[in-house]
């Protein structure tokens, strides 16, 4: 008998304005899938289906086995990583990692630890009492990821959270998830409209356009093949085989 995906999106549909969405999906236990696809396309909702922010017309998300179409977010056993917005200024970075423990910050000696550890773990030891404005836009986004790791949460979302920065840290940060997932058997769903994101931690990519998974499989595979003709638009002209 096979595993048991660790995620699957069944019949899930949803309407923004005049689009109407209708996705399926399932994701393996450990595995990270990239959703691909262009602006307005709907990876961002279906992120937001997942971890409950918004809730679909029909059908269900399953985690791990458990229907939990109706469940809050903070009761699902996921984390979401945003582009922005991540952190709250008033707070140190210690603070906003904490927050993903306990919303009122009362934390007991073990949490105290957990903090400082998943700080440690994004190379941000020590830097525990600085606030968002005393950190780069790279540490600010390890802070947002070292709370996600502080909830312990099976389901990682990550919606382009570092999109915004310079080429090499945005690489080093996509390195980071990964060893990260590999450490702690993280599932990981990406959202990015890069395919070399893709590329780089990706096992799995679903291709995502006008509201539907019109493609997914193992990512080279499904960037070599091309198919369907939206995945084709979306990516360009291929590279001429005399470039060099």
Request: proline share 7%.
């Amino acid at each position: 008998m096979p595993d048991q995906p660790m995620l699957q999106v069944e019949g899930l549909s949803f309407r923004y304005e005049d689009m109407e969405m209708v996705f399926e999906l399932a994701l393996g236990r450990g595995q990270c899938l990239a959703l691909l696809g262009p602006s307005g396309a709907g990876k961002s909702t279906l992120l937001s289906l997942i971890a409950g922010f918004e809730r679909p017309l029909a059908g269900r998300v399953m985690i791990d086995g458990a229907d939990v179409t109706r469940w809050a977010p903070a009761a699902r056993p996921v984390t979401s990583l945003f582009q922005e917005h991540n952190l709250f200024a008033h707070l140190n970075a210690g603070e906003n990692v904490g927050l993903g423990l306990d919303p009122g910050l009362r934390l007991d000696a073990a949490q105290q630890q957990a903090v400082r550890e998943a700080l440690a773990r994004v190379g941000l030891e020590g830097l525990e009492k600085r606030r968002p404005a005393q950190l780069s836009g790279g540490q600010r986004q390890r802070v947002a990821l070292a709370r996600s790791l502080a909830r312990e949460k099976p389901l990682l979302l990550l919606d382009e959270p570092f999109s915004a920065l310079d080429p090499g840290l945005r690489l080093e940060m996509l390195d980071l998830v990964r060893q990260l997932q590999d450490e702690r058997g993280l599932t990981v769903v990406m959202v990015s409209h890069n395919p070399q994101d893709a590329l780089r931690i990706a096992g799995q990519t679903a291709f995502v356009h006008d509201g539907r998974v019109l493609a997914a499989g193992p990512t080279r595979q499904l960037l070599e093949a091309r198919e369907p003709a939206e995945l084709r638009a979306f990516l360009g002209p291929s590279p001429s085989p005399s470039a060099a």
